[in-house]
Structure formats: C-alpha cells, structure tokens
C-alpha cells in the first residue's frame, strides 16, 4: 500500500453535550487520500465524531471537547480559525441542503466568501467543481435555474460540486446516500473512489455494504452502558469485514445487533 | 342516522356556501366603493327647471376641458354682469372666467340677459372676430357667445342653456300646519304640467287650489293665491321690474349625475385646503408618509427579528422582550397618536410634520413587522443554515446570504401589512402629521394623509362625494403599493438567480 | 435485532447441517467400501456405488444455499469465511465419494485365487480405513473447528503416503502375470492406490479450509 502522511490526528478526544458524555477517549489517524468509514449502530456518535473535524459542534450550545485533534500538526481547536478549518476541511450532508439560488450561483457561494473572482475566473472554478461531481454534463445549459429543481441524486452532487469548488483538503460526509435511490447512490460512491486521489474523505454510513465498498480504512464504534460512544477497533477495511481482532465488531458485521 | 358520507357532504356545502357568502360580501363593498367613487349624483336644488334645450337665437360653447355643459339664465346674467370673476364656485375649477361674445350677437345677448347693451359692454367682455378664435389655446374659463350655425373650432363645446322657472304666488310657499313646500322633484313638475294637481296639498302644501296661469299672464299670479305658471325666467324678472310683488319661483331638486372620480382630480394639486382643485399632493404626501415610515420601521424591525433568532439566549429577558413587542402590538392606534404627540410634536419639537407622523406609525407598525419576520427566520431550512456554515462562512455572512433572501417573502408580507395600516391610518396622524394638503417640502412639514383627508372632508363640511373618491384611490392606493413591492422582490430574487 | 439474530444463525445452521450431511455420508462410503472389498460384498458394493448419487445431489444443494446466503446476507467475516470454505469443502467431498464408488468396483470382480490380490486387496482394504480414520479426525476438528486439531489430523497425510509406497512396491513386483485379465487387474489396483493417496490430499486440503474458517489463514500444510 501507498506510503501516506498522517493528515488528522486524533488523541484522548472526548466530548460532553452539557452533561452528557457523548464520546469517550478516542484515538484515532486518518491518512491523506484514503476514505475512511465510520460504522457503528445509531447513537453510538460516529456522527458527532464526524462534526468534530470541521467544528460544526461548535454551532450547538454546550459542546465542550477534551483532547485534541490535529490536522497536518496544527491543533484545529486550540490553534485554527473555525472559518480557517472550513475552508479546508468540506461537508457534505445526509439531506441534499442546495440554497434557494441558481446552480451557478450555489457552486459559486463558497469561493465568494474568501476572495473577489472575476466573472471570467468564476466560470471556470464553477465549470471545474461540477465536472469534479460529475454534473457538469447535465445542468451546463441550465446554470442559472433554481439549484433546488434538480432531482435528489442531482442535488446531492450540487452540494458536492459546491464543497469541491473552495478546494479542501478532506471532505466529510455524513450518510451522503441514505436519502438517495440506489443508482444516485452508485453514482456518488463511485465518485468517492474517483475523488479520493486527489482528496481525503471520511464517510459515516450506516450501510455496511457501502463502507466496505467504497473505503480503505473503517472505524468500528459502539455505545456503552452509559450511553457513552467509544471507539471499539479500527484498520483496514478488508481486515474489518474478513476477519475483525475484536469480536464485538464481528458480532455487529454479522448483523448480531443493529 | 346521517352516515358520514352524507355529513362529509353536508359540511362541505357549509363551507363552500360560506365562503361564497364571504366573497359575495367582500364584492357587494368594494363595487360600492368603486361606484360611488367614480359615478357620483348630487342633488342640490336650483331654481331654473330641467327642460330640454332652450330655443336661442345665438349658441353658447365653453372651453373644452372645462365641466360646465349647461348653464342657467341667472348664472348667464351674472356673467355678463361681470360678478362672476372665478369659475370655482360653478365647477371645481379655480381659474378666472372670461366671457367672450362675437360682435354680432352682443345686443340678442343684452336682450336675452334683459341688460342694456352699455352694461355688457362695460364690464369687461371681449369682442371677438370668429377668425381671432382659433388664436386662444386650451385656456380654461371661458364662454364664448356665438352666431348659430358658427362653424367653432375644436377648443370649444356646446353648453346647455336653461331659463325656464316656475313661478308661483307667494302663498304657495307658506309655511302650513308645519309643512312647507321648498321644492319639488320631476315627477311633480310633470304632474303639475298634466293639470293633475287640483290642490297644492297634493304636494305637500298648503290647502289651495292650484290655478294655472299662462306665461303672458304672469302678473295675474301675483294676485291670485295659489297660483301658478310656467315662464321664463327673463319674464319673472321684469315682472318684478314691473313691481309685481308677491312672485316666487319654487326650486327644483337637481341631480347632477356625473363621474366623480376624474384623472383631472387625480393629478391637479389640491387647493385651499382641499376645497378645489385635486388630490395628488395628499397622494404623494401619502407615499411620502409610507417610504419614510418603511425605511425607519424596516431596518429596525428585521434586525430586532434577526436579534431573537438568531442571538437571544433562552431566558427571562427575552421573553420580557416578546411579552412587550405584543403588548404594543394591542395598544390603540390613538395612544400612539397620543404619544407622538408629546414625544415628537413637542418634546423634540419636531412640530405637526411627516417625521412625527412617520416616527409614530414607525412605533405602531413596528410589532407587526417583528413577527412577521421572526416567523419568516425561523421557518428557514436548518440544513441551509448548515450548509453555508460548513463552507466557511460567519453567521453575518450566512444571515446576509441564505437566511434573509430565503424569508424575504415572509418578511416582505409583514412589510405590506405595515404599508396597509400605515396608508389606513388616522386616529395616529391627526395628532401628529397635520392637515396641510400642499406638497410636503420636507420631512419637517405638515401634511395630510390620504385616509386622514377622508375624516377631515367630513368634519369640514367638504361634498361627500370627495370622500368616495379618495376611499376609491385609498385603495387603489394600497392594491399598487402592494403589486409593485412584490414585484420589486420578485425581481430581486431573479436577479439572485441569474448571474 | 434479536430475530435478525436467530434468522441468520438459522440459515448458517441450515447450511452447516447440508455440509455435515455430505461429510458424513462420504465417510459411510469410504468404510463401507473398504468392508465390501474386504468380505467380497457384491450387494454392499452396489449400494455404495448407488449412493455416490446423493453425494452429488448433496454438493449441489451446498453450492445454492451458499450463493443464496451470499446474495441475501452480504455476510461478513466468521459468516462469510464458513461459506466460503463450505463451498470448497464439498468439491473436495465429491471427489472423494467418487473415489470411494471406485474402490467398491473392486468388489464386484470376480475373485482370484491369486496371492498378490489377497495381499494387495488387504493393504487396500487398510489403507482404505485409515483414510477413514484420518477423515473421522477432520470432522471431529470441523464439528468443532478447531484449528490446532487440524493441523494434526492434516499431519496424518503421511500415513497414507506410505501406504501407497508400500502396494506400489507389491504391484511393481508382483510379476509374471498368467492373463490379459491379471495384468489389467494391477492397472486397476494401481489407480486405486493412486485415488485412495489423493483421498489424504483431499482431507489435508478440508483440513486447510477448516483452519481458514476458524481464522482466516491458509497455511501450506505438508
């Protein structure tokens, strides 16, 4: 396998909702240009774990995290501008969320925030990311309807071409595809092979097919007594769905509990 | 036993007849409203009778644009008397009269005016060669006597003249066992022509008989108690040249059926105090009152919104914040007017003006315009709000960008409202915005607003018929304002679209 | 979940149950064979051969549960492995059924008074039954599925290897032959020996499988 860098590291990370300790000492790395997947059964907090890399739990009140993440070695909590981190680090969410704007100007939005393009450098960065998601074909003659008149499928790939378009690093995606039907669904999942070579991308999926189709690495996460999420073992995927080291995850891949 | 399909039926026709009833009432006022704005009938009492046109030897025509299409023997007279020098008290028209009179015809005029040709001459008439005619352009107030069959330019039109009164004894108009005949409509002129009244108590009067006297014997009626003729009215008045006493013409109802509502009265600038001319100035100190009202309410109440959605913290001050905005949300209109009263008009010396009127319907619409919009925040996506963050933007940013323009309809709905109360206010602004009905020059003069003018053309004694008009345009007012405030936002949404 | 649970472990059952049924009936086969060639047995002979059908029957069935299971259950790990294995297991059972007809053929020759065929006939008949034996230990370890235990039963191969040194060594010296039939004969017991040696490769190779269900190794054993 490919020799790559350590681009997140994450250590002792813990996390309370007020006082509710939603996360517990986890310790994990994420390599560059790899996809990982987080699994587990719901409320284990994989997607909380999830927002921690972009500091979107930083949006609801009462969050507080312990631990620390690094992203290239820089401490994104401690060390990093939240705007700064975001700009680097994209989302994409389970629910297709395109603003009630044109598709140009939807792809556009975040790359306005930071710099003042000409109209001539817009298109292009515009043209680029929605042939990234692999939508240019299909809307390049109607650039200016309304994003939210596309098709789910279309819409989910708008808001990828809109993540793709401020160029990050990683792009997180929290069950990008359990609203979709199974072809949107291939669609975006081979478009996760794809983007990996030049991106780095975590995917929480429930789907337990999906993570081991489309990702190199998987994290396996439970919940305890209580109510606490941890993080049980976490490798390569064939390794995880072939022969697991812990057996609480062989017990939920083979669907012992949900 | 009603099964619930035929319940579900009967409920249904409920609805729909009541929202037919609904409809029907909302229709039944607004036709009102706009019939009465735009088709008016006085009915005022004049003494020359309703006939059909007099027979005279020479024409009379009046300027084009003026509203006099018919005119009476003694208004004529006084014309050429020269004592009408302002054609207002006749139409609605402040403009001086001029009566001009085609040398041909000055002495069949002094006859038909029973005047002496010197008086005409006297008092400022023009002679007038029918070719200099086409010299005088669209000027207003003029009558123009003619030679019949004249060939007259376009700038003039026909005017009806009528000179035929009834004169009756003076017994007729007597008071009687607390009656008393002071006029009489068509359908008793008519009667009294067909020789069917006998007695004058037949029409409400007094106990006599009622004897008709033919009009070459006019002086009889002086003489006989009860009776009465037709005449003209040039024959009464030389009858009372004569020293004939005891002659009175009884007056006649006159409804004058016209359209009320012109463009002329739309765009003509109202004078002396609304008395005359037009409305345009009370509209434009209207919209001023609006604009000026949106653009300090408007800021101000999405950005108190934008403060409760999106940064207030649960607790007890922000509810104390909510609990006040709906108090003052109930308070009446007229408390506001008071308070704009000591509060602008004299504690900041701001005086009667359109800034004091705008400050306190600022204050009455602004609990309005704070609803609304929070609703409208609130009511946005959370997801959007998710997305925007997670590409980097700041909470301004996200508010400025996809928060606001997603709840523009909503905030612009609540706007609209305020536009409506505003435009319909008036126990507010009598206090505070003053009564002037000239253009406001500034923000710190007095003015009247469009519905303030309606309660003041009432207290003033001004025709009611105005004040049909100016509901008609109040609406018509409120129905542009808000087609054009929509259509400013649909606008602006498409230009978001587009590139 | 609990259903969820109980359904799967249900199916695997099922499937587990098909492969023990196959794993058993082969090793009826071997013995019964290596009786009927021992006492001359036509009848038991024929039975065994008539049996091989169901063994086949039997792999059949293994091999469409097994896809059925992999489309229905995208089965993962322990589950997956099982599955897997099983599939290649039965192969190996076919082939062994087949190899175990073939030895009951012997039975039904008519007999010789030749000593060689006592001899050789003997050795079969032994070398038959410690396959037998060494297959009993492969499923004592896959009733279990224990992997040490199949590492030693695979360790037995040798056993069988020098079984076949040994009547190779007969047949080569078994010289000189009195009819066509005789020599033909040697051909045959020759080939026998051959199938009844591949037959330790084969329970070596379940003994693999069963080591790769337990932990998902494929070691080279021998």
């Not at chain 2, 069949?108 to 005409?120: G, R, V």
């Not at chain 2, 003029?142 to 009528?162: D, M, Q």
Request: net charge neutral; proline share 2%; aromatic share 8%.
């Amino acid at each position: 396998m490919k020799d790559n860098k350590i681009l997140f590291e994450v250590e002792n990370l813990n996390l309370w909702y007020g006082a509710s300790h939603a996360l517990k000492d986890v310790n994990l790395k994420i390599e560059s240009n790899s996809v990982t997947a987080f699994i587990g059964p719901s409320g284990c907090g994989k997607s909380t774990f999830l927002r921690v890399f972009n500091r979107m739990n930083d949006l609801i009140e009462g969050v507080k995290i312990e631990g620390s993440i690094k992203l290239n070695g820089v401490d994104i909590n401690k060390d990093l501008n939240p705007m700064d981190l975001r700009k680097q680090v994209g989302m994409v969410f389970q629910k297709p969320n395109p603003f009630p704007m044109s598709i140009f100007n939807n792809v556009a939005y975040g790359p306005r925030l930071y710099k003042k393009y000409s109209k001539a450098e817009m298109i292009e960065i515009v043209e680029k990311a929605l042939t990234q998601a692999a939508l240019w074909d299909e809307v390049k003659d109607r650039l200016d309807r309304n994003g939210m008149s596309l098709s789910g499928g279309q819409q989910q790939r708008l808001c990828l071409a809109r993540t793709l378009a401020v160029n990050p690093e990683v792009i997180l995606m929290d069950e990008p595809t359990s609203a979709l039907d199974p072809i949107s669904t291939a669609r975006i999942e081979s478009l996760i092979t794809t983007l990996k070579e030049s991106y780095t991308i975590i995917i929480v999926t429930h789907n337990m097919q999906q993570a081991s189709r489309v990702s190199d690495t998987t994290a396996f996460f439970l919940i305890d007594e209580n109510r606490t999420g941890f993080l049980v073992e976490y490798g390569q995927t064939n390794e995880i769905f072939f022969k697991p080291r812990d057996k609480r995850t062989e017990d939920y891949i083979s669907g012992k509990f949900g | 036993m009603i099964n619930r399909n035929t319940a579900n039926d009967i409920w249904i026709i409920v609805i729909k007849l009541l929202s037919f009833l609904t409809i029907f009432l909302l229709a039944l006022i607004l036709g009102y409203l706009i019939f009465k704005g735009l088709y008016s009938s006085k009915q005022t009492s004049r003494t020359v009778l309703n006939t059909i046109e007099s027979n005279l030897d020479f024409e009379v025509y009046s300027s084009k644009n003026s509203s006099i299409k018919e005119l009476d023997w003694f208004t004529l007279q006084k014309m050429g008397m020269g004592e009408i020098k302002n054609l207002r008290l006749l139409t609605k028209e402040n403009v001086s009269f001029e009566l001009y009179i085609e040398e041909s015809q000055i002495s069949k005029f002094a006859s038909y005016l029973n005047l002496s040709e010197a008086q005409l001459r006297s008092h400022s008439i023009k002679l007038v060669n029918p070719q200099e005619i086409t010299n005088y352009q669209k000027e207003s107030g003029k009558i123009l006597i003619t030679k019949k069959g004249e060939k007259i330019p376009n700038l003039f039109k026909k005017v009806k003249v009528s000179d035929d009164v009834l004169v009756v004894n003076n017994s007729v108009i007597q008071t009687f066992d607390n009656k008393r005949i002071t006029k009489l409509d068509e359908k008793q002129i008519e009667k009294l022509r067909n020789n069917e009244i006998s007695n004058w108590s037949q029409l409400n009067g007094p106990d006599l008989n009622a004897l008709y006297i033919p009009e070459n014997q006019i002086y009889e009626v002086g003489s006989i108690e009860g009776s009465y003729s037709f005449a003209k009215a040039i024959s009464f008045e030389k009858a009372g040249n004569l020293g004939i006493t005891n002659l009175e013409t009884l007056k006649v109802v006159h409804i004058i059926k016209g359209i009320n509502l012109t463009l002329k009265y739309i765009i003509s600038p109202a004078e002396e105090s609304g008395k005359f001319g037009g409305i345009i100035t009370i509209i434009a100190n209207t919209i001023f009152l609006v604009i000026l009202t949106i653009i300090i309410a408007g800021p101000l109440g999405i950005g108190a919104a934008i403060f409760l959605v999106e940064y207030a913290k649960k607790g007890k001050w922000t509810q104390f914040i909510r609990t006040g905005i709906d108090l003052l949300a109930g308070v009446p209109s007229i408390i506001f007017g008071l308070f704009g009263l000591i509060a602008f008009v004299n504690f900041l010396d701001f005086s009667f003006s359109l800034i004091s009127g705008s400050l306190t319907m600022s204050l009455m619409v602004l609990p309005t315009i704070i609803k609304t919009s929070e609703e409208a925040l609130k009511s946005v996506d959370k997801e959007l709000i998710s997305g925007s963050r997670a590409l980097g933007a700041t909470k301004i940013e996200t508010i400025w960008k996809v928060v606001l323009p997603s709840s523009s309809k909503g905030i612009l709905s609540g706007i609209i409202l305020s536009i409506g109360r505003t435009v319909g206010e008036t126990a507010a602004l009598i206090f505070t915005l003053g009564s002037s009905t000239d253009l406001a020059k500034n923000i710190f003069s007095s003015s009247r607003s469009l519905s303030m003018h309606i309660y003041l053309i009432i207290t003033e004694g001004l025709p009611i018929n105005d004040a049909f008009s100016s509901a008609l345009l109040l609406i018509v007012l409120v129905l542009i304002i808000n087609i054009s405030t929509r259509k400013i936002m649909e606008k602006g949404q498409k230009k978001n679209e587009r590139q | 979940m609990e259903k969820k649970t109980i359904q799967l472990d249900q199916k695997l059952n099922f499937f587990h149950e098909l492969l023990l049924q196959t794993v058993q009936r082969v090793e009826e086969s071997i013995i019964k064979a290596a009786i009927a060639v021992r006492d001359h047995d036509k009848e038991l002979a024929n039975k065994v051969i008539a049996e091989d059908y169901f063994i086949n029957q039997l792999r059949d069935m293994v091999e469409n549960d097994a896809v059925r299971l992999l489309i229905s259950e995208s089965p993962y790990g322990h589950y997956m492995r099982h599955i897997i294995a099983g599939i290649k297991m039965v192969t190996a059972l076919e082939r062994m059924g087949d190899y175990a007809s073939h030895l009951a053929r012997l039975a039904t020759h008519e007999t010789n008074n030749n000593k060689f065929d006592e001899i050789i006939i003997n050795n079969l008949v032994e070398m038959a039954m410690a396959d037998a034996a060494m297959f009993r230990g492969a499923i004592d370890a896959l009733i279990k599925e224990n992997a040490e235990d199949a590492i030693e039963v695979a360790k037995k191969d040798n056993e069988i290897d020098n079984f076949r040194l040994k009547i190779n060594d007969i047949i080569l010296n078994s010289g000189p032959f009195d009819s066509i039939e005789q020599r033909k004969k040697m051909f045959e017991y020759y080939y026998i020996t051959k199938e009844l040696e591949r037959m330790g490769d084969l329970i070596t190779t379940i003994c693999k499988w069963i080591i790769y269900i337990v932990n998902g190794d494929k070691p080279r054993l021998n």
